[in-house]
RNA sequence: GUGGCCGUAGCUCAAUGGUAGAGCCCCGGAUUGUGAUUCCGGUUGUUGCGGGUUCGAAUCCCGUCGGCCACCCCA
């Protein structure tokens, strides 16, 4: 295969299948974030570069940047997320809108990495913000969105679960332990971090350096009981979700820019990367803007990626999925032509049908009826309309039944306008 | 960026160093206005690409590109 013919490493062509199954996900969470009340917005997918640099996102981002040089000798990016152009957009228009502003967006995301399991270098992200209110309710609000998104796909909480951590607590606990200069807080973190990934002696030398012992870490990750996870629990199991969310103090997130509240959400098998993750940040609005805003922040992002792998490896999931694929390449309607004389009846059918919002197909030009019935079963119409001989009457056949009774027009009409199409 | 495995028809895969094949898909046909099955016929390869070894390479070696996976990090 020439290299032509194929997509850039890491980049998706979108055929039909596949674009009615990137439909199922992104109309999916636009549904569920409406019912939270949030507006969608969007933004450039390039940005300037130094939006990335005076964020100082930290972490592997900066690093896997897909810039390069306009022919204006900008330096520029496409967005490997959507916060700093978020909070861009917020800074620029902050008192145009009432307090706490609750967006979200579905857009395309590059980073520049080499792709794997779940990691492509475009992928679609969900995010949801909500600023201007730093209550625990706000959190809590944030985190249920987040689950109901994944409900709304059939997940269960056998399924998956979202790990909640909060920075505070580790602040907190690492002042009491002499640890208190921001970097050095920072350089912890990362270390923790690593905690299921690293070698126990590596991860004794790494803490040893700032004075502390693993055990001394692992006490406190198996002990705490911040009082926010409390409330949070209860927030939670009012709305009947308590059973998808767990305190696990390990989630500390390497985005330099969060504050508070930290959280991730994985499957249960723990067979895959994490598929969303988010958090609060009170600070970046204040920073990126010089002090000029000086608002709070919770957001969180969705991947497509590992979310639709994970969808399609259950089979409950899976079906819901395939489902809507199904029903978004299919037809309503497929008129058959048994006489060919009557076509310019037929087409007159098609366009009244077609005004009723009904998705029709036919032969283009004269065909078999053998054939025309071939076309109209893979078509995934339910009727075929036969328009022959019994006109002014048609001959109504369900394809699925493979049975047949005999109309007038109004009688499809009626039929037709009644008809309800789901949405993706 | 580093490392491991892999690369044969549109797809899934066969072929001891000795003539490149099968299934699926797609297209056409099986006399009259009826589609699931069946039957018949048909298209498709610079064996990813470029070198090398050999009388002879899909097969062995080197390079390169691409894919998958791991590390790093994360959606």
Redesign the pocket.
Do not use: H
């Given at each position: 295969?020439?290299?032509l013919m194929?997509?850039?490493?890491?980049?998706r062509d979108f055929f039909p299948a596949d674009c009615a199954r990137r439909n199922y996900i992104t109309g999916t969470w636009r549904r569920v974030a409406q019912t939270f009340g949030f507006q969608e917005y969007d933004g450039p997918t390039l940005e300037a570069m130094e939006l990335y640099r005076k964020k100082n996102s930290?972490?592997?981002?900066l690093g896997?940047l897909f810039s390069f040089t306009d022919k204006g000798e900008r330096e520029v990016a496409l967005r490997p997320?959507m916060t700093p152009t978020l909070a861009r957009l917020l800074i620029a228009k902050v008192r145009d809108f009432r307090k706490p502003i609750k967006w979200f967006s579905i857009a395309p995301?590059f980073?520049y990495?080499?792709?794997?399991?779940?990691?492509?270098?475009e992928?679609l992200?969900l995010n949801c913000d909500l600023v201007g209110d730093a209550s625990l309710g706000a959190d809590a609000e944030m985190i249920a969105l987040l689950i109901e998104t994944m409900r709304a796909f059939g997940l269960t909480a056998e399924d998956i679960v979202v790990r909640v951590s909060d920075r505070r607590a580790w602040t907190d606990f690492l002042t009491s332990e002499g640890v208190i200069e921001v970097a050095a807080v920072r350089e912890v973190l990362?270390i923790i971090?690593?905690l299921e990934?690293?070698s126990r002696e590596s991860l004794e030398i790494k803490l040893a350096v700032f004075g502390l012992k693993l055990a001394t870490i692992e006490d406190f990750i198996a002990s705490a009981q911040p009082d926010f996870f409390t409330a949070l629990k209860t927030n939670l199991e009012a709305r009947g979700l308590g059973d998808f969310c767990e305190l696990d103090l390990r989630i500390v997130?390497?985005?330099a820019y969060y504050t508070g509240t930290v959280f991730?959400?994985f499957d249960r098998r723990k067979e895959r990367?994490?598929?969303?993750?988010?958090g609060r940040f009170d600070r970046l609005l204040f920073d990126l803007s010089d002090g000029k805003t000086d608002l709070s922040a919770i957001g969180?992002?969705?991947?497509?990626?590992?979310?639709g792998d994970l969808l399609e490896s259950i089979p409950t999931t899976k079906a819901l999925m395939d489902a809507s694929i199904a029903q978004q390449l299919a037809c309503d309607i497929f008129i058959?032509i048994?006489?060919e004389s009557r076509r310019p009846e037929a087409l007159g059918v098609i366009g009244l049908l077609r005004a009723q919002g009904r998705r029709v197909n036919y032969s283009l030009s004269a065909d078999?009826?053998?054939?025309?019935?071939?076309d109209?079963?893979?078509s995934g119409a339910m009727i075929?309309v036969?328009?022959?001989?019994?006109?002014p009457l048609v001959?109504i056949?369900?394809?699925?039944?493979?049975?047949?009774s005999t109309w007038d027009q109004a009688a499809l009409a009626d039929w037709s306008a009644n008809l309800q199409t789901p949405a993706p």
């Open positions: 295969m020439e290299i194929q997509a850039l490493p890491g980049f930290g972490g592997e981002i896997q997320e995301f980073r990495e080499k792709q794997q399991s779940g990691r492509l270098r992928f992200q990362a971090d690593k990934r690293e997130r390497g985005l991730e959400v990367r994490a598929l969303a993750g988010g969180f992002g969705i991947g497509d990626v590992v979310l058959v048994a006489d078999k009826v053998a054939r025309q019935f071939k109209a079963n893979a075929a036969v328009i022959g001989e019994e006109w001959k056949k369900d394809l699925k039944s493979r049975t047949e």
